[in-house]
């Protein structure tokens, strides 16, 4: 149905209501005009016939009554107007009749009498304007019936006065049908504009919700983005950060394990010993900058968390308080992800510890669900940067202390915490927005203070298991010693590079040392025996390690090739390269070499 017919409707019942309302004006007029009539024409009419028709009369105003109070009672009502309109029509009209019978039959014989009822007649004629103009059949079916009656009885009497007044009448009579539809056109006109305004105002009202809408989902789009816009900045920050100390502590590291040759005794070696857990307990933190830098090296599988959370299950449970209950729902049918195992289990861990420390005594619960989830496209803005799509969602529930705005807004952020001094470093959910973030995945955080915290973590969802590629059967290890080989060490780092070759050349391997790619090159070019090359990535003079092993390969096709630094996804578009992280002990430079080497042989 259009909106003009729903507002002609809406219009047409409007006339109808405004017809109820006056409804008591008329049967009020109508009662005491009937009385009056009455008492004035009961000396000079019929008894009979005057009772008749007062009885008609007050019968009609009764029934009318009726009327109006069912209509105020009806559901009606402002809604479908029949068959109100049809019921109005025929009261008006049987009361017109009953005052048109009055000026026929009561006609009095004195004169005086006859003017006063034409004159009463008259001024209900009059009065039907107020009352019944909202709807202009109800007037018509009231005044032509009173009106006609009236002057046909006058006519009939024969005479000019009687006549001239029946004229009187019937211009009277057409003057009262004119004005009322004057009124009833101008009634019509108003409700039209108040229709109109009703219909802008909830149109306006409509668009400023929609506008609100909008506006806060703009809002909350842009406060997301700008929060994604800070962790970039602070992942870059610091990622730069741990990428120095990685070098710094690679330095110190390789430094101690040298000191240990030329320390005697016990209170030295404890030193070096106290020194060393230090440096190592450095090197997990820079670890974890890295990792919320999205700077670690993954290795993704394709895996089914729900296998993967299983599998951990008894680890987790351990890892909470005996009084916190731990529930694990696993949804069917769980879609397989791409993603590093241990890298995710270390993020659920951190969740789980973080859960349990901000639990209740005696009361703690903590929920961790999985479930396949289909982004929608309006759905997208509120989890950048993910697109429309299919995820694997996983969220680990609490009922603990919650968190507030001020502090959920910082919660990603590295080193921040609520924790008392001591008890935590602001790492874990560090750890757990980058590794989230490098997979390809968000993770949101929905918490109500006093009520609890909801983490959900969203990982692309792959459509098909693809099948992994056999790893090969390890090269047996060359009968000749591998210390012999000759290794081309490039480091930009002053502090690194030396210390480096130390290593190296304690182990046993011919040593030779370069600053940056160009560098390295040249050496390649002048020197008959290089076995490895063992780079850093990230070097100046715009040449990176790993430009640098493409092209020293197009050189020398059997060169090995080991690449290391402390942004361990510095290499990401070179994977196929074996890789060391920074900081690296000796121990574990010695075993990287021998690996390389051993990876493609003399």
């Given at each position: 149905?259009?909106?003009?017919?729903?507002?002609?409707?809406?219009?047409?019942?409007?006339?109808?209501?405004?017809?109820?309302?006056?409804?008591?004006?008329?049967?009020?007029?109508?009662?005491?005009?009937?009385?009056?009539?009455?008492?004035?024409?009961?000396?000079?009419?019929?008894?009979?016939?005057?009772?008749?028709?007062?009885?008609?009369?007050?019968?009609?105003?009764?029934?009318?009554?009726?009327?109006?109070?069912?209509?105020?009672?009806?559901?009606?009502?402002?809604?479908?107007?029949?068959?109100?309109?049809?019921?109005?029509?025929?009261?008006?009209?049987?009361?017109?009749?009953?005052?048109?019978?009055?000026?026929?039959?009561?006609?009095?014989?004195?004169?005086?009498?006859?003017?006063?009822?034409?004159?009463?007649?008259?001024?209900?004629?009059?009065?039907?304007?107020?009352?019944?103009?909202?709807?202009?059949?109800?007037?018509?079916?009231?005044?032509?019936?009173?009106?006609?009656?009236?002057?046909?009885?006058?006519?009939?009497?024969?005479?000019?006065?009687?006549?001239?007044?029946?004229?009187?009448?019937?211009?009277?009579?057409?003057?009262?049908?004119?004005?009322?539809?004057?009124?009833?056109?101008?009634?019509?006109?108003?409700?039209?504009?108040?229709?109109?305004?009703?219909?802008?105002?909830?149109?306006?009202?409509?668009?400023?919700?929609?506008?609100?809408?909008?506006?806060?989902?703009?809002?909350?789009?842009?406060?997301?983005?700008?929060?994604?816009?800070?962790?970039?900045?602070?992942?870059?920050?610091?990622?730069?950060?741990?990428?120095?100390?990685?070098?710094?502590?690679?330095?110190?590291?390789?430094?101690?394990?040298?000191?240990?040759?030329?320390?005697?005794?016990?209170?030295?070696?404890?030193?070096?010993?106290?020194?060393?857990?230090?440096?190592?307990?450095?090197?997990?933190?820079?670890?974890?900058?890295?990792?919320?830098?999205?700077?670690?090296?993954?290795?993704?599988?394709?895996?089914?968390?729900?296998?993967?959370?299983?599998?951990?299950?008894?680890?987790?449970?351990?890892?909470?308080?005996?009084?916190?209950?731990?529930?694990?729902?696993?949804?069917?049918?769980?879609?397989?992800?791409?993603?590093?195992?241990?890298?995710?289990?270390?993020?659920?861990?951190?969740?789980?510890?973080?859960?349990?420390?901000?639990?209740?005594?005696?009361?703690?619960?903590?929920?961790?669900?999985?479930?396949?989830?289909?982004?929608?496209?309006?759905?997208?803005?509120?989890?950048?940067?993910?697109?429309?799509?299919?995820?694997?969602?996983i969220s680990v529930m609490d009922n603990g202390a919650g968190m507030s705005s001020e502090v959920m807004a910082?919660?990603?952020?590295?080193?921040?915490?609520?924790?008392?001094?001591?008890?935590?470093?602001?790492?874990?959910?560090?750890?757990?927005?980058?590794?989230?973030?490098?997979?390809?995945?968000?993770?949101?955080?929905?918490?109500?203070?006093?009520?609890?915290?909801?983490?959900?973590?969203?990982?692309?969802?792959?459509?098909?298991?693809?099948?992994?590629?056999?790893?090969?059967?390890?090269?047996?290890?060359?009968?000749?010693?591998?210390?012999?080989?000759?290794?081309?060490?490039?480091?930009?780092?002053?502090?690194?590079?030396?210390?480096?070759?130390?290593?190296?050349?304690?182990?046993?391997?011919?040593?030779i040392t370069a600053n940056d790619g160009p560098r390295a090159l040249a050496l390649l070019k002048e020197r008959?025996?290089?076995?490895?090359?063992?780079?850093?990535?990230?070097?100046?003079?715009?040449?990176?390690?790993?430009?640098?092993?493409?092209?020293?390969?197009?050189?020398?096709?059997?060169?090995?090739?080991?690449?290391?630094?402390?942004?361990?996804?510095?290499?990401?578009?070179?994977?196929?390269?074996?890789?060391?992280?920074?900081?690296?002990?000796?121990?574990?430079?010695?075993?990287?070499?021998?690996?390389?080497?051993?990876?493609?042989?003399?």
């Amino acid at each position: 149905m259009s909106s003009a017919m729903v507002g002609a409707s809406e219009i047409y019942a409007e006339q109808i209501c405004v017809l109820f309302k006056q409804t008591p004006v008329a049967l009020g007029a109508n009662l005491l005009n009937t009385i009056v009539v009455a008492s004035v024409l009961a000396p000079v009419t019929d008894g009979r016939s005057l009772l008749l028709w007062l009885g008609s009369m007050i019968a009609t105003i009764g029934l009318r009554s009726a009327l109006y109070v069912s209509y105020n009672r009806s559901s009606r009502r402002g809604g479908s107007v029949h068959p109100w309109d049809n019921l109005s029509l025929v009261c008006s009209g049987l009361t017109g009749l009953l005052w048109g019978l009055a000026g026929a039959l009561l006609f009095p014989e004195q004169y005086i009498y006859r003017v006063f009822l034409g004159f009463t007649i008259g001024g209900m004629c009059a009065g039907a304007i107020v009352v019944h103009s909202s709807h202009f059949p109800s007037f018509l079916s009231f005044v032509v019936p009173a009106s006609l009656l009236t002057a046909a009885r006058f006519v009939l009497e024969g005479t000019v006065p009687e006549a001239a007044l029946a004229f009187m009448i019937i211009v009277f009579a057409t003057a009262l049908c004119l004005i009322a539809y004057n009124v009833n056109q101008t009634l019509i006109e108003t409700f039209h504009l108040r229709f109109d305004l009703t219909q802008h105002a909830r149109r306006l009202e409509t668009a400023n919700a929609d506008l609100t809408e909008e506006t806060r989902q703009r809002e909350a789009t842009q406060e997301t983005l700008r929060q994604a816009e800070k962790m970039d900045a602070l992942g870059r920050l610091t990622g730069g950060l741990a990428h120095d100390l990685n070098n710094l502590l690679t330095v110190i590291i390789g430094s101690l394990d040298l000191l240990r040759a030329h320390v005697a005794g016990d209170s030295g070696n404890r030193l070096l010993a106290a020194s060393s857990a230090g440096v190592e307990r450095a090197a997990k933190l820079t670890h974890s900058l890295v990792s919320f830098a999205r700077r670690q090296r993954l290795k993704p599988e394709l895996v089914n968390l729900n296998r993967v959370i299983g599998d951990f299950g008894d680890l987790l449970r351990h890892a909470t308080a005996e009084d916190v209950t731990l529930e694990i729902e696993l949804g069917p049918a769980l879609a397989v992800c791409r993603i590093d195992p241990t890298h995710f289990q270390t993020g659920l861990l951190n969740l789980v510890l973080n859960s349990n420390d901000a639990l209740p005594p005696s009361s703690g619960r903590i929920t961790i669900t999985t479930q396949n989830v289909l982004l929608r496209e309006d759905e997208a803005p509120a989890c950048p940067p993910l697109k429309p799509g299919a995820y694997v969602g996983i969220s680990v529930m609490d009922n603990g202390a919650g968190m507030s705005s001020e502090v959920m807004a910082h919660a990603f952020e590295p080193f921040y915490t609520t924790k008392e001094l001591g008890k935590g470093s602001g790492l874990g959910l560090s750890q757990v927005y980058g590794f989230v973030t490098q997979s390809g995945g968000s993770v949101k955080i929905t918490s109500i203070p006093k009520q609890g915290t909801t983490v959900l973590i969203l990982l692309p969802a792959v459509g098909e298991q693809a099948p992994i590629a056999p790893q090969p059967p390890p090269t047996p290890e060359r009968d000749r010693a591998l210390g012999t080989a000759t290794i081309l060490v490039v480091e930009d780092n002053p502090l690194v590079r030396p210390l480096v070759a130390e290593n190296l050349t304690e182990l046993g391997y011919r040593v030779i040392t370069a600053n940056d790619g160009p560098r390295a090159l040249a050496l390649l070019k002048e020197r008959q025996q290089i076995d490895l090359l063992f780079s850093d990535v990230l070097m100046p003079n715009g040449m990176r390690g790993d430009e640098l092993a493409r092209q020293a390969l197009e050189l020398r096709p059997r060169l090995k090739v080991l690449l290391m630094s402390g942004y361990s996804a510095d290499i990401t578009d070179a994977p196929s390269f074996p890789f060391l992280n920074k900081p690296f002990s000796p121990r574990e430079l010695a075993d990287s070499i021998r690996g390389a080497l051993r990876a493609n042989p003399l």
